[in-house]
């Protein structure tokens, strides 16, 4: 009898140009520029190559330009789910005050609606963004799940690297202090466990997914930008994190971007960004590679029927 295999959730945000560009600080994101035209098509293509079906984490400005909504709808009619991945797309969200960021949780959620004609009740931060502020919000709004934290203790070398290629202001830098989180995002749990409110409802937190014990990311950017220097290196770093997954009995949440699959030379105005040198070709066959690994040892389900398998026996934390 084959073993049965453990879970793990497959979701991507999707993060349009004009995101990337404004947390760079880079002049034209104002009037939106997208490329998921490009991308969106590109990435249903090879997940029904696969046969897998994920979670779409959508930014409620995309869904508000009329423009955007046949290929947000195509998502849905291809299988797929839809999460909130907030409206503005700022990584300092965690900065807004409580009112701002129910406000933004539901703009989110009208524009999302409306666009594809589901309401959607599963959220990540943008840039990992959060607070006990948004928590509280999501709860009240029944939300499933947030998906918010990246447990790892370098965010902070993350960010540098990340200020280093930018060409932010120091003002732009200081409201953008917490992108990618702190270093105590480290100390937090890999397995979903369950925010405890004062009130004693509750809320499941999926972090996404970093190497147990090590707490080094291991989602698909950081793939490539290894299988930059080494495709042989990035196979073992992989296997590793996978073999540390099982031991544990971790089941992973897998992070996709969509310049996990599309290179400089589809957009140049992103060159700035890791792995924008990667030819398109070459990033879809380390794709290919990862997915086919992952789903060799684990079942791999969107976010919505991955936090079903997770309903009892939860580590609680409660919030301060």
Request: aromatic letters at 14%.
């Amino acid at each position: 009898m084959a073993k049965k295999k453990m879970p793990a959730s497959i979701s991507l945000d999707l993060d349009d140009q004009w995101s990337y560009m404004k947390v760079h600080g880079d002049e034209g994101w104002e009037t939106f520029p997208s490329y998921l035209d490009i991308v969106v098509p590109i990435f249903l293509d090879v997940f029904d190559k696969l046969d897998i079906k994920i979670t779409f984490f959508v930014v409620g400005q995309d869904a508000a330009i009329e423009k955007n909504h046949k290929i947000l709808q195509s998502i849905i009619e291809r299988g797929h789910e839809i999460g909130n991945h907030s409206f503005h797309h700022e990584s300092w969200l965690k900065t807004y005050s409580k009112e701002k960021i129910e406000a933004e949780i539901e703009m989110a959620e009208e524009a999302i609606i409306k666009a594809t004609g589901t309401r959607t009740n599963m959220f990540r931060g943008p840039g990992f963004s959060w607070s006990n502020d948004l928590l509280e919000v999501l709860q009240k709004r029944n939300y499933l799940f947030d998906a918010s934290i990246l447990p790892t203790y370098i965010s902070p070398l993350m960010r540098r690297y990340y200020f280093a290629k930018s060409k932010l202001t120091k003002e732009q830098k200081e409201s953008r202090k917490e992108l990618f989180g702190s270093f105590k995002e480290g100390f937090y749990p890999l397995k979903p466990y369950v925010w405890k409110f004062k009130n004693d409802k509750k809320l499941l937190e999926i972090p996404v997914t970093t190497i147990p014990v090590f707490k080094l990311p291991f989602h698909q950017s950081y793939l490539l930008f290894i299988s930059g220097k080494s495709k042989f290196l990035m196979k073992i770093y992989f296997r590793f994190a996978i073999f540390m997954c099982e031991i544990t009995k971790t089941p992973p949440s897998y992070l996709l971007h969509p310049l996990d699959l599309i290179g400089g030379n589809d957009v140049p105005q992103l060159s700035f960004f890791p792995g924008m040198d990667i030819e398109s070709r070459k990033k879809m066959e380390v794709f290919e590679t990862a997915i086919t690994i992952l789903k060799k040892h684990f079942e791999l389900l969107p976010m919505s029927e991955f936090s079903k398998k997770f309903t009892t026996g939860l580590k609680e934390i409660e919030l301060e």
